[in-house]
């Protein structure tokens, strides 16, 4: 079954500290890939998405994130993160024969920035 | 109203009582999603419907009862439920086309069964 792994549950970092969520897959064919943020009492927003194109996404808030299809990664990237960053990310991939728009979400990964 | 709506955002009921989760979405999608988010897990889907049909049911227990009249409305209709059903309910539409599918969520609907 196709599944998505986050290898990251609970990350702590500084303010200013660089960050690099991972996120892989488990499924040979075309992808979408997703990024989502639950900031603490808010819902699900996303952050970016790939579809096709350049490899590197670029989304709000200064995240980007790399799709490296021989790696079946899509791993979420920030060069200074801030305190306001706390928050939970999930990534999440639609398998791109996909006509039901079914989303496999990983397990998450909470983050906490400490001012 | 713009975005997903979801109604009640808290809710408490015991393991007898029948209750039933609203969502509604303003977007003009044409696909809507239940979740359920519980702490340390990944969302588990629960169903999907395209066009009002439902196309997936991901052996979610009949306790859970989805209902969507149109297009717009999504219901989760619960009873009997276990403690163990405790957790965040979220909606979610997209326009699902070509595979590609940016869903939108809702802010979620707060389970606890006692």
């Known amino acids: 079954a196709q599944s998505v792994s986050q290898h990251n549950h609970h990350v702590i970092l500084s303010e200013a500290a660089s960050l690099e969520l991972g996120c892989n897959y488990s499924?040979?064919?075309?992808?979408?890939l997703f990024w989502y943020v639950q900031y603490p009492g808010q819902h699900l927003q996303l952050l970016l998405k790939?579809?096709?194109?350049?490899?590197l996404v670029k989304g709000i808030k200064g995240f980007e994130a790399e799709f490296i299809k021989s790696k079946f990664s899509f791993n979420l990237r920030k060069p200074s993160v801030q305190w306001s960053d706390t928050a939970e990310y999930f990534c999440a991939v639609t398998l791109g024969s996909s006509n039901t728009g079914k989303l496999i979400f990983g397990q998450g990964t909470t983050l906490q920035v400490k001012p | 109203e713009t975005g997903v709506t979801q109604t009640p955002r808290h809710l408490v009921m015991g393991m007898t009582n029948k209750k039933s989760l609203k969502c509604e979405q303003h977007l003009g999608h044409n696909a809507m999603y239940w979740y359920k988010q519980s702490a340390k897990k990944p969302l588990e889907l629960m169903f999907v419907?395209?066009?009002?049909?439902?196309?997936e049911n991901n052996s979610v227990p009949s306790r859970f009862s989805p209902e969507c009249p149109n297009s717009s409305h999504l219901f989760l209709h619960l009873h009997t439920l276990q403690p163990e059903d405790s957790a965040l309910y979220l909606c979610?539409?997209?326009?699902?086309?070509?595979?590609?599918?940016?869903?939108?969520f809702g802010p979620g609907t707060r389970l606890t069964v006692l």
């Open positions: 419907y395209n066009f009002k049909e439902q196309t």
């Open positions: 499924y040979g064919g075309t992808v979408n």
């Open positions: 979610a539409s997209s326009q699902v086309a070509s595979g590609h599918n940016e869903q939108f």
């Open positions: 790939y579809f096709s194109g350049d490899p």
